[in-house]
Structure formats: structure tokens, C-alpha cells
């Protein structure tokens, strides 16, 4: 029996694989590849990164609500204040960028094409500076506003009005309440008609 006559007599299924065996041993490296681990170096560079912005965002919310803190205190009959924002969504830097389009063919149905894009520098004072073209604000969720006048109605509504001109934010999503008073874990009832 030669080799035809065996390849004849083999099961479908078998015949097929033997047919393709080139193309289903390119397409098992190619799986291989995918599934083959990214290297460590990259993955903790990636993670820094990403640390790096949570820290200056958390940075950021911080400064935002010391500022809020100062500039509440001034307002008559406030008081000691404490503020705690939440964020819907980060501060974000739009940089510019130089994009670059090739094609082959026709420009209405073109072969094939390449696209690329740059970041735009700039020579600086520090070296190279990326170019900003628009900066946009976080989104906050919400703001609690802890102060010793919180029980009085007009400073809870001047409270909500400053807070919601800097934040952007509308009353129902900022809560004003009042201050502890005293150290023994007690609470003063608050929302009492002024």
C-alpha cells in the first residue's frame, strides 16, 4: 500500500489536519504569543505611571478642598469648617499632537494607508515641554461640608451657593452639616429655623 492509498483510507477529520498542518501550527505560535506574559519591567513602569496621576489627582482634590476650607471660614457666621470633595472623573492635559496619514491608491478606496501621530515639544527652560491645548477641570460627585454654623438655615444656604460656584456642582448633590459640639461623641440637633 503506498502513501496515496493510506492518505485515502484516513479518517475526514485526520485528512484535514494533515492537510493544514502548516497553517494550524502558525495560527498555535500565534496563540502562544498572545498568551505569553507581559515582562515585568513594563508592567511596573505602567503601574507607576498610573500611581503617579492617582497621586497628583489626590493631590490636587486636596489643595481644592484647603482652599475651600479658607475661603468658607470667611464667610459670616460659618465658622470652623472642614470640606470633603469626591470626584466623578480627573483633571485631564490634551496635548498637541502631529498626526501624518500615507496611503497607496486611490484617495476615494485606497490600498493601504498608515497612520501616525506625534506629541508636539517645545524647547523649554527644562528641555523639551509638551504643548497643551486644553486642560480640562474634574467633575466632582458630590461635597460634604462640616461646619460650626451648619444648623443656621442662611449659612447653610450661603454654604451650598459658594460650593456649588466652585465645583459646579447642583444643592442636591452638597450636604452642609453642623459642627460637633463638644468632645463627648454627643451631637446637637441641627436644622433648627433661624
Known amino acids: 500500500m503506498t502513501r496515496e492509498e493510506e492518505k485515502g483510507k484516513l479518517p475526514k477529520p485526520l485528512a484535514a489536519l494533515l492537510r493544514y498542518k502548516y497553517v494550524l501550527l502558525v495560527a498555535a505560535a500565534g496563540v502562544a504569543l498572545l498568551l505569553w506574559p507581559e515582562s515585568p519591567s513594563a508592567s511596573l513602569g505602567g503601574s ?8 497628583g489627582a489626590e493631590e490636587a482634590l486636596r489643595e481644592m478642598e484647603s482652599a475651600m476650607e479658607d475661603i468658607l471660614e470667611k464667610i459670616q457666621g460659618v465658622g470652623q469648617v472642614d470640606v470633603m470633595l469626591t470626584l466623578q472623573s480627573g483633571g485631564e492635559l490634551v496635548l498637541a499632537e502631529d498626526s501624518s496619514l500615507r496611503y497607496s491608491g486611490s484617495t476615494q478606496s485606497p490600498d493601504d ?3 501616525s501621530s506625534q506629541t508636539v515639544t517645545v524647547s523649554g527652560d527644562s528641555g523639551q515641554d509638551v504643548v497643551v491645548t486644553q486642560e480640562i477641570c474634574p467633575q466632582y460627585r458630590g461635597a ?3 461646619c460650626e454654623g451648619g444648623g443656621s438655615d442662611g449659612v447653610r444656604l450661603q454654604v451650598v451657593e459658594a460650593v456649588s460656584a466652585l465645583t459646579g456642582l447642583g444643592a442636591d448633590r452638597i450636604a452642609v452639616v453642623q459642627w460637633r459640639v463638644g468632645g463627648g461623641g454627643g451631637s446637637t440637633e441641627g436644622g433648627t429655623a433661624g
Open 48 to 55: 507607576a505611571q498610573e500611581s503617579a496621576q492617582t497621586a
Open 144 to 146: 460634604l461640608v462640616v
Open 113 to 115: 494607508y498608515d497612520r
